[in-house]
């Protein structure tokens, strides 16, 4: 039907050119070369954190720990490359699957509170006291703890027994929603590939919906309160995600890398295949005297990376010493909003239909 | 003397009595749409997500002291309006009925601009003129009840007006599409045709540009000319046809709700009285008792001057209509009171039957600041609007204005005495990209909304 579509072409000009464009294939690209790829990945690294956990957990140790916070970072990276998939499987009992792994900043006073009382399942604590900030605050301690001083901590300190069951529940909890998104993903991806039509619940409405909060959540969690926007401007340095390890910038840049992958269709292996990029070429959306929407949305992403390659962790001390380059970085995601979110959404002939959350 | 010898022939038109029939189908289907149409609303959880659980509500101009109720206040409007919209069918006490109607829906849609649709003030103009016209006593619960009211005809204007009614509707939503990009363009079909590209079938359809050429021209002739061919015995039939098909192609296309269908049965006053006698002596046939029955004298051709003619039209009534239409003719010829591109600066916009004419997307990044103390806020929108609000609210000029307002009195309840509100508006129009909407740098807090143009919109600089 596509091949009718572009026989029957007409010869107008450029404007006029019909645009033939294989739908099923990019939604192939995105389900076989990006999403099932990368939370494949992301599960790989999750087993291995949860391996690490276990280790350190039965033998505190300082090389033992080490070994959990690279693979802690590790894991938390290829997180980063997947946060945008909270749909189909990435749904767990209504909410999207990041809630449980990455609610930050992590709620540090029930945790202590946990440790004390010995409530250590992460299963059943709330989405503030569990994922990967949750065991960052454990791995790394309130900021200016040492490394002997976080062992310390599970050889001789009061709750130590707590405080290392918590540390492998947090793991295998991580591990476990990774796996139903892998699992979920073997029946759910002829799903994804099959559905048509820009409906809310269909894959491009899925996709460009929640590319979009993707975003969001880059813009708003990550730079937008940290900055103290909605703060009368007063700096919010310990809102930042990876605030007790100092991996802050370098986990905004791997999200950043995700969103333009994403967009562009880039695999996890590198390989350019079809996405939302090239269909809105082949529209040629938004065409006037300085382009396509298309360009405009490569070259911001263009902005956005090269405003970012300003920002040093840890970021929360660079708000407070070198505010305006964090400012830079976040005034450029800040316009690509509309681009992405208005622009494409439109020209695509999608809704977006999430309900933004403001963060409070 | 030409003049006069017009009018009082014009005159003599409007007030000739004819079978009431046409004017009773059009009560009971108006009466049944409306209680379709409310009781989906309720269904739907439009009552709470639309009247209950804004924090906000942008209102119309002069229209500021309307609120909503609370959320059982608000049900039994919506109670209210399906039990008026069941009576009126019925035509049990009619006036009342439809006075309840028309008051409750129009105050219904008056709570929120950003709800605004042409097909509500459609209804609220219909239901305005079935509270003016005798439709209530004819073939129906009243006219049983109070037998010395019942009538069997009823002045031919009290048919006309609803003719004139829709004729309105369609040729100003018809002239509303001869603009550069429904019929250069094809926009902004082209943009919307782009989700039924893998529509079984038809899909190829739509990926051809052609196609939302055909459709746009098409479907200004159809806006422009379907009133006349409703009127016209020799191309009714055709023409309703073609009502069907339009309407029902749009209902398939767009969410539109009940307009199409809406449409399709309020087109039938165009239909002859026989067509509608006939009708009413069917539902008479099957639901009532043939003793019940109300005979009416069979009168000929409504377009015969044979029949006889009533007293006049009530000069409170006629001036009452002439009103009421030469506002409608005012309302959408009003932007050529304003400079600048009407589908940007949208003054003069509504009210106007200007129907699925733009794809227009906005971004509203607002910014609060305290002189005082220097300290400056970004608003996030969601915070206090809800999408649909937030939507509307980013690409119209007095929404952006309405909502400058509602920051400023939210900062100075929290103490800032003096918030200086700003807002950076991107706004994308019918595909294009988007660009600057209004000036940066104004204080929105310190602009009261009015009539006179809003200068803080910057201009667009395009064809169209």
Known sequence: MLAIGSSACDTDGPEEVNCDFDLQAMRTNYAEEIIVPKLEQWYTSTQLLAAMAAQYASAPSEPNLVELRIMWYASYRSYQAVCAFG??????????????????????????????????????????????????????????????????????????????????????????????????????????????????????????NELNYDLEILKSFKFKIPLGKFNGGVALPNQVE?????????????????????????????????????????????????????????????????????????????????????????LQMQMMTPLLKREMASALGVQISYQDNDGD | MMLTAWVKQA??????????????????LFGVMMLLGTLRFMAYGWVNELYVLPKYHFTYFGFEWVKPFGETGMWLVFVAMALASAFIALGFLFRVSALVFFLLFTYVELIDVTNYLNHYYFISLCSFLLLLSPAGKTFSIDGKLFPNHNISTV?????????????????????????????????????????FREVTLVGWLFQLKETAYVFSWAGALYDLTIPFFLLWAPTRIWAYITVVGFHFITWLMF?????????????????????????????????????????????????????????????FILSLLVVFFAVQLFLPLRHFLYRGNL??????????????????????????????????????????????????????????????????????????????????????????????????????????????????????????
């Open chain 1, 87 to 208: 749909f189909g499987p990435g749904i767990i009992n209504g909410l999207a699957f990041r809630e449980y792994v990455n609610t930050f900043p992590t709620n540090v006073a029930l945790i202590d509170g946990y440790l004390t009382s010995g409530a250590v399942d992460a299963a059943s604590n709330p989405n503030s006291t569990v994922g990967y900030p949750a065991l960052e605050y454990l791995i790394f301690g309130p900021i200016g703890t040492s490394q002997a001083d976080v062992v310390a901590a599970y050889t001789s300190g009061g709750d130590a027994a707590s405080r290392a069951a918590y540390v492998v529940s947090l793991a295998n909890r991580i591990n476990t929603i990774a796996q139903q998104q892998v699992d979920g993903w073997e029946t759910y991806k002829s799903t994804f590939i099959n559905s048509t039509g820009t409906a809310e619940g269909s894959t491009l409405s899925l996709l460009v």
């Open chain 1, 242 to 330: 990876g605030y007790y390890s100092g991996a802050t910038a370098s986990l905004a840049v791997d999200q950043f890398n995700s969103i333009r992958a994403i967009y562009f269709g880039v695999g996890l292996d590198n390989s350019d295949g079809l996405g939302l990029h090239d269909y809105l070429l082949c529209l040629k959306a938004g065409e006037d005297a300085d382009g396509l929407l298309a360009d405009a949305i490569a070259d911001k992403f263009q902005d956005m990376e090269d405003a970012m390659l300003l920002l040093q962790d840890p970021m929360a001390e660079q708000l407070v010493t070198d505010k305006p380059s964090v400012d830079a970085a976040y």
């Open chain 2, 11 to 28: 005159s003599q038109h409007m007030n000739r009595q004819v079978d009431s029939a046409p004017l009773a189908v059009l009560r009971i």
């Open chain 2, 155 to 195: 002045p031919f204007w009290s048919i006309g007006m609803f003719r004139l009614q829709l004729g309105i509707l369609y040729v100003f939503a018809g002239i509303a599409k001869l603009n550069y990009d429904w019929l250069i363009l094809a926009q902004p079909l082209s943009i919307w045709f782009v989700s």
């Open chain 2, 255 to 315: 969410p539109i709700g009940m307009f199409p269908w809406v449409m399709m049965v309020f087109t039938w006053v165009f239909f002859p009285i026989a067509f509608h006698r006939k009708l009413v002596d069917a539902i008479s046939a099957r639901f009532l008792s043939v003793r019940n029955k109300v005979r009416a004298p069979r009168l000929s051709d409504e377009y015969s001057l044979k029949t006889s003619v009533s007293a006049s039209l009530h000069p």
């Open chain 2, 343 to 464: 589908f940007w600066t949208e003054q003069g916009y509504r009210f106007s039957w200007r129907v699925m004419l733009m794809e227009k997307n906005g971004f509203a990044q607002f910014k609060v600041r305290d002189p005082e103390t220097g300290k400056q806020w970004e608003i996030h929108n969601a915070h206090y609007l809800t999408p649909q609000q937030e939507k509307m609210m980013s690409t119209q000029p007095d929404l952006l204005l309405q909502f400058a307002h509602i920051l400023d009195n939210e900062f100075q309840s929290i103490g800032v005495a003096n918030p200086i509100v700003t807002a950076d508006v991107q706004v994308s129009l019918n595909g294009r990209r988007s660009r600057p909407f209004i000036n940066p740098n104004v204080d929105l807090s310190s602009i009261k909304d009015s009539w006179r143009p809003k200068t803080w919109i910057l201009p667009y600089s395009s064809e169209l």
